[in-house]
C-alpha cells in the first residue's frame, strides 16, 4: 500500500488550510457563494487584513499554514527589528528613505504580499498563475485602504514558475523575494529555481525568504538542488500544532554560492 510519502500526487487541502480557525487575531466568515473571508490582526500596527478564500476553485485559492508563519515572522521583525535576522534584509537597499520592493512568489490568496506592504509601507508585486490572479486581484483590492494608509502599494501579475519572460515583465528590482508553500510537489522544483536564477543572478543583495510547511521525505530534492546555487540558511521553525503532522520553517537563500559559480 503506497504511503502519502510515496504517492507525489496526494495533496490533502484541508491540511493545507489552517487547522484552527479559531485562533486569536483571526475570524471567519462564511459567504452564501461558498467562499470564505477571513480577518487577520496584524497588532503591531493595528491594522487587519481581509482575505478571500474560495475553496471549491481549489488549493491555490485556499490559505495555507506556511503563509501565516511567514506573516507571522514578519510582523515580529516589524517589532523587533534589531533582533531578527530579516533586519539586514529590510535595509539591502541601502537607503533608509527608499522604499522596500517586495515580489511574492505563488501568492495564491495573497496575504503574505499584502501583510508586507502594511507592515512595512512597501511597494510589493504579488504574482501566480493567470488562472489565480482573478482572486488575487480582488484580495488587493478590498485592501487597498489600509495598504495606502500605510504607505504602500501592492500591484499584481501573472507568474509561470521558470518562465524567464515572465519575470522579465515584472523586472527585477527588488529588495526581498517572498513565498510559501510553494514546493509541496516535485514537478515545481526546477521552475522555482529557474525562476530564483532569474531574479537574484547578479543581484548582490537580494534575498529569498521562504516559508515551507514539511510534508515528505522527497521534498529535500528542492533544497539539494538549491544548495548548488544558493546559501541556504533556516532562520525559524515552527513545530507541529497539536493534533497536525505539519511544521514550517522560514528559510532564507541569499544568492553567494551562485556568484562563485562559472558560467553563471
Known amino acids: 500500500m503506497a504511503t502519502q510519502e510515496d504517492d507525489e500526487d496526494y495533496i490533502n487541502p484541508p491540511e493545507m488550510i489552517l487547522p484552527d480557525e479559531e485562533d486569536e487575531g483571526k475570524s471567519l466568515t462564511m459567504l452564501g457563494d461558498g467562499a470564505v473571508t477571513q480577518q487577520h490582526c496584524i497588532r503591531s500596527i493595528e491594522s487587519t487584513v481581509v482575505i478571500r478564500q474560495l475553496p471549491s476553485e481549489g488549493i491555490s485559492f485556499q490559505l495555507w499554514p506556511a503563509a501565516t508563519t511567514l506573516v507571522m515572522l514578519l510582523e515580529n521583525h516589524r517589532r523587533y527589528p534589531n533582533k531578527n535576522l530579516l533586519t539586514d534584509?529590510?535595509?539591502?537597499?541601502?537607503?533608509?528613505?527608499?522604499?522596500?520592493?517586495?515580489?511574492?512568489?505563488?501568492?495564491?490568496?495573497?496575504?503574505?504580499?499584502?501583510?508586507?506592504?502594511?507592515?512595512?509601507?512597501?511597494?510589493?508585486?504579488?504574482?501566480?498563475?493567470?488562472?489565480?490572479?482573478?482572486?488575487?486581484?480582488?484580495?488587493?483590492?478590498?485592501?487597498?485602504?489600509?495598504?495606502?494608509?500605510?504607505?504602500?502599494?501592492?500591484?499584481?501579475?501573472?507568474?509561470?514558475?521558470?518562465?524567464?519572460?515572465?519575470?522579465?515583465?515584472?523586472?527585477?528590482?527588488?529588495?526581498?523575494?517572498?513565498?510559501?508553500?510553494?514546493?509541496?510537489?516535485?514537478?515545481?522544483?526546477?521552475?522555482?529555481?529557474?525562476?530564483?536564477?532569474?531574479?537574484?543572478?547578479?543581484?548582490?543583495?537580494?534575498?529569498?525568504?521562504?516559508?515551507?510547511?514539511?510534508?515528505?521525505?522527497?521534498?529535500?530534492?528542492?533544497?539539494?538542488?538549491?544548495?548548488?546555487?544558493?546559501?541556504?540558511?533556516?532562520?525559524?521553525?515552527?513545530?507541529?500544532?497539536e493534533g497536525s503532522r505539519l511544521g514550517s520553517s522560514c528559510l532564507c537563500l541569499p544568492w553567494e554560492k551562485a556568484k562563485m559559480l562559472k558560467g553563471v
Request: overall charge negative; proline content about 4%; some cysteine.
Open 89 to 241: 534584509l529590510s535595509t539591502s537597499g541601502g537607503n533608509d528613505d527608499r522604499k522596500l520592493k517586495i515580489l511574492e512568489l505563488g501568492s495564491g490568496t495573497g496575504l503574505v504580499g499584502i501583510s508586507a506592504a502594511v507592515m512595512f509601507g512597501a511597494n510589493v508585486t504579488v504574482t501566480d498563475l493567470p488562472q489565480v490572479v482573478p482572486n488575487l486581484q480582488f484580495n488587493v483590492e478590498a485592501n487597498a485602504d489600509v495598504v495606502a494608509r500605510k504607505g504602500g502599494t501592492v500591484n499584481v501579475a501573472p507568474l509561470r514558475g521558470g518562465e524567464d519572460d515572465d519575470v522579465k515583465v515584472i523586472g527585477r528590482e527588488f529588495d526581498i523575494v517572498l513565498a510559501s508553500d510553494v514546493v509541496y510537489h516535485a514537478h515545481l522544483f526546477e521552475p522555482l529555481i529557474e525562476t530564483l536564477r532569474f531574479l537574484l543572478n547578479g543581484c548582490e543583495k537580494m534575498a529569498f525568504i521562504m516559508a515551507h510547511s514539511r510534508r515528505w521525505k522527497k521534498e529535500s530534492v528542492f533544497f539539494k538542488k538549491a544548495n548548488k546555487f544558493f546559501d541556504v540558511e533556516t532562520i525559524h521553525t515552527e513545530p507541529p500544532k
